[in-house]
């Protein structure tokens, strides 16, 4: 069973930045495909991020130049960093794993989820 525990959600004006921060605690966590993924009120869940065993990074085309996702093995915890952030980000933040396997972009498809932490991005 893995656990993950974001952090680093919060109010921001636009064009801030936010650092969201998620520890993994049980599996292997080198083992691990990561991501992170978003949901607006009222609509579905949306992939955001993915970061491959090997480092290889994705994104949606909306963050692209603006997000960076990254992840530390020594620490069990992956992160985005969010810059230029835009109202339209606004959204509660999940990240996720899936052990042996890329993150898929369809939600279901992976093993583990956070709670979410807020991220309010004000105009």
């Known amino acids: 069973q893995v656990q993950l525990a974001e952090s680093g959600g919060g109010l921001v004006q636009a064009g801030g930045s936010l650092r969201l921060s998620c520890v993994a605690s049980?599996?292997?966590?080198?083992?691990?495909?990561l991501g992170w993924f978003r949901q607006a009120p009222g609509k579905e869940r949306e992939f955001v991020a993915a970061?491959?065993?090997?480092?290889?990074?994705t994104y949606i085309d909306s963050v692209k130049g603006r997000f960076a996702i990254s992840r530390d093995n020594a620490k069990n915890t992956m992160y985005l960093q969010m810059n230029s952030l835009k109202p339209e980000d606004t959204a509660v933040y999940y990240c996720?794993?899936?052990?042996?396997?890329?993150?898929?972009?369809?939600?279901?498809?992976?093993?583990?989820w956070g709670q979410g932490t807020q991220v309010t991005v004000s105009s």
């Open positions: 970061i491959r065993r090997g480092g290889i990074t």
């Open positions: 996720t794993v899936r052990e042996g396997w890329p993150i898929s972009t369809t939600p279901a498809e992976n093993t583990y």
């Open positions: 049980g599996g292997t966590f080198s083992n691990f495909g």
